[in-house]
Nanobody, 120 residues
Framework: QVQLVESGGGLVQAGGSLRLSCVAS????????MGWYRHAPGKERELVAI??????TYSGAVEGRFRINRDVAKNTVYLDMNSLEPEDTAVYYC???????????????WGQGTQVTVTQ
């Protein structure tokens, strides 16, 4: 019912920057939580950053380098990634949780992922 579409991934050198975007579409009244996870080969999917109704949380690995923000009216979340490191290489997934399609009912959704590759 709800689709998340990411964009902005690519190949960059260490120290470079990328901006990821994620747009949610479908039957949406409001979205409480939107954020980003990443999945590197051989590792579990991990939280990168998330905006909830209570505030913003960053992984310790990215805090100070990445910044998350939302355009609530456009159902869009961004991840500005700076000072990228090879360790940041992963598939980055958009996550929306508590997507209300009316006042009382909600669902959650994952995007398909976008590849970020950081070279030395």
């Amino acid at each position: 019912q709800v689709q998340l579409v990411e964009s902005g991934g690519g190949l960059v050198q260490a120290g470079g920057s990328l901006r990821l975007s994620c747009v949610a579409s479908g039957r949406i009244f409001r979205i409480d939580d939107m954020g980003w996870y990443r999945h590197a080969p051989g590792k579990e999917r991990e939280l990168v950053a998330i905006i909830t109704t209570r505030g913003t949380t960053y992984s310790g690995a990215v805090e100070g380098r990445f910044r998350i923000n939302r355009d609530v009216a456009k159902n869009t979340v961004y991840l500005d990634m700076n000072s990228l490191e090879p360790e940041d290489t992963a598939v980055y997934y958009c996550r929306a949780d508590k997507i209300y399609y009316d006042r009382n009912s909600y669902t959650s959704s994952w995007g398909q992922g976008t590849q970020v590759t950081v070279t030395q």
